[in-house]
């Protein structure tokens, strides 16, 4: 799928996340709500860091297309290093090593040790990366005309603002444990680069999103719907059915979040 189509997905996630753990009884505090939705919509576009022209890749100037070199050689690595018999060399690593679910647990593992060992400044960085790419991917057609300078603004603004939020007692900063800040902010991390995979697997190429589990003899699978459901990223479907679904389901999620927490 394309960049808009991941972040409105990544956010219909988490508002529905935010929905279920409300319905279990362990509600979520607006914040947190509103923080882990944007940060699942920007997460939504990371694993599209193995490739330079994706957006990810373009978010942050000459840095962030320096990292998706490093990391498309990498993925293009281990493809090579961890392939089977039947699967053939690769000279580029999109669609592998970014797009499996083992490599969502570890960037979330990450980003949750370094929000709890390092506290407010990481927090910071966090949120600011993940509101850059909200930002990017959600109003896709406004960033496109503005400049980066407008964008990376706006999301330091909401990083600066959410934290200050969150740093509140009783606003979410502990939501997952108790007297352990910011252990959640990993979450909507991996959820946003899960359903980013969930996503991709409905198109054409699928997904090597469980490797290294071997499936009929390869360790880079691409798992998918059956052939005839699959489509073009960017194709009417996306577009016309799947997008304003995740925008439906995501708002009454997000109702349904809120009126079970009150």
Known sequence: MMGPAHSLSGAMAWLGV??????????????????GTLICA?????????????TISRAFGPLSKLVAILI?????RVYNATRG?????????????????????????????????????AVLAILFIHMVLAVEGLLWRMARVSSDVLVWLLGAMSAWLLTGILDQPGN???WLVDEQHYLWLGLPIV???????????????GCPMLWPVPIAGKYWYPVGTPRFMRFRAGAWVENKILMPAFM??????GVGAVVLAA
């Open 18 to 35: 935010g929905a279920a753990a409300a319905w279990a009884g362990h509600p979520m505090p607006w914040p947190v709500l509103v923080a």
């Open 248 to 253: 439906v389901i995501g708002a009454a999620s």
């Open 172 to 174: 979410g900063s502990d």
């Open 85 to 121: 018999k039947s699967e053939r060399r690769r000279s580029g690593g999109h669609r592998t090593l970014t797009h499996t679910w083992i490599w969502a647990v570890l960037i979330g593992a990450g980003f949750s040790f370094a929000a709890v060992t390092w506290g407010r400044p």
């Open 42 to 54: 920007g997460a939504a576009l990371a694993p599209d860091l193995d490739q330079k022209s994706a």
């Open 191 to 205: 959820l946003g680069s899960i359903v980013h995979t969930l996503g991709d697997a409905l198109t054409i190429s």
């Open 72 to 76: 498309g050689k990498l993925a293009e």
